[in-house]
């Protein structure tokens, strides 16, 4: 079973970055496509960004909603099976539960948006 372990929420400010990782111990991550969802309390889950495998026919590619596109920044590391948001300019309105998700299905690209294995989440709070 895939376990995905997510680290770096915390506290910032507005305006302020901060950068969220995924690992996942004993699997082959270059396979899926990975994803970071979010969700606030009394909100929806919310896609937040995608990343395809380079095994996909499109090759590497990325998704980002359209309330963080400039400043969130979707990267991965095949070598380490590791997937990093980087988020810039945060807002008040992006403090949420963010959570780092696998799609193991085919084909493993951002197009599908259905997910087969998530983290436990990580708390991002953004408030002065």
């Known amino acids: 079973q895939l376990q995905l372990v997510e680290s770096g929420g915390g506290l910032v400010q507005p305006g302020g970055s901060l950068r969220l990782s995924c690992t996942a111990s004993?699997?082959?991550?270059?396979?899926?496509?990975l994803a970071w969802f979010r969700q606030a309390p009394g909100k929806e889950r919310e896609r937040v960004s995608c990343?395809?495998?380079?095994?996909?026919?499109?090759?590497?590619?990325?998704y980002y909603a359209d309330n963080v596109q400039g400043r969130f920044t979707i990267s991965r590391d095949d070598a380490k099976d590791t997937v990093d948001l980087q988020m810039n300019s945060l807002k008040p309105e992006d403090s949420a539960v963010y959570y780092c998700?696998?799609?193991?299905?085919?084909?493993?690209?951002?197009?599908?948006?259905?997910?087969?294995?998530w983290g436990q989440g990580t708390q991002v709070t953004v408030s002065s």
């Open positions: 998700v696998a799609r193991a299905s085919w084909p493993p690209t951002c197009e599908v948006a259905e997910y087969d294995f």
């Open positions: 004993g699997f082959n991550l270059g396979y899926y496509a």
């Open positions: 990343i395809s495998s380079s095994i996909s026919s499109s090759g590497k590619t990325t």
